[in-house]
């Protein structure tokens, strides 16, 4: 059945560098990848998505890029802040008629 | 303009027992899907309803069932609850068919059952 993995698990890295989450997905016909930030005892919030048209989006600190031949999708963070320490889930949806399918989750320390 | 509200925010249970969680969409969407999410995982899809009725399915037996109302709101069962039930479970509101129209979380229910 379709699957969405992760890695890694957790990352932790010095305030002000960067961080690079990874996924990958199973099912060739997903067209969408939405990645949801979830602070401690909060709800998943959508932070970036990006569909298969397009293979690279960013705002501001946040950047997605897209393989869709390989089937791999990546989260980028520049300049992280202590604020940005969450867990970060991505996920795949075939269509907008469609379930959406997450990951595992990344864990994500910055250390000041 | 109101997000998804979910009642209640918690919740403890004895195996066996039955368990009603509830839903409100944000305004303006007409689909809502539950997901359970158990500690350090991410959310696992149980059930899509729309236009009152389950369109898509996760992998989750019989024992969780489902309603969708007129007014979009929604209901989620769980019959014969097991120590495994224990979790996060969410609901999240969109409008189908959009072509972007990402999930809208609530803040969720914690189940604990005992």
């Known amino acids: 059945g379709e699957n969405v993995e992760q890695h890694p698990s957790t990352l932790s890295v010095q305030e002000g560098d960067s961080a690079v989450i990874k996924c990958t997905y199973s099912?060739?016909?997903?067209?969408?990848f939405p990645w949801y930030k979830q602070e401690l005892g909060k709800r998943p919030q959508l932070i970036i998505d990006i569909r298969s048209n397009v293979g690279e989006k960013k705002d501001q600190r946040i950047a997605v890029t897209l393989n869709k031949t390989a089937k791999h999708f990546s989260l980028h963070i520049t300049e992280t802040q202590p604020e940005d320490s969450a867990v970060y889930f991505c996920?795949?949806?075939?269509?907008?008629?469609?379930?959406?399918?997450f990951g595992p989750g990344t864990s994500l320390s910055v250390i000041p | 303009d109101a997000g998804v509200t979910q009642s209640p925010t918690h919740l403890i249970k004895t195996r066996g027992q039955q368990v009603t969680l509830r839903c409100s969409p944000k305004s303006g969407h007409d689909t809502v899907s539950w997901y359970q999410q158990a500690l350090g995982q991410g959310p696992q899809f149980i059930f899509q309803y729309y236009e009152e009725e389950e369109r898509q399915r996760g992998n989750f037996p019989d024992r969780f069932s489902g309603h969708q109302f007129p007014n979009y709101s929604s209901e989620l069962n769980v019959n014969a609850l097991l120590l495994g039930d224990s979790a996060l479970y969410l609901c999240?509101?969109?409008?189908?068919?959009?072509?972007?129209?990402?999930?809208?979380f609530g803040n969720g229910t914690r189940l604990t059952v005992t």
């Open positions: 999240a509101s969109s409008f189908l068919g959009q072509a972007r129209s990402p999930l809208h």
């Open positions: 099912d060739s016909a997903s067209n969408y």
């Open positions: 996920a795949a949806q075939k269509t907008s008629y469609d379930k959406v399918i």
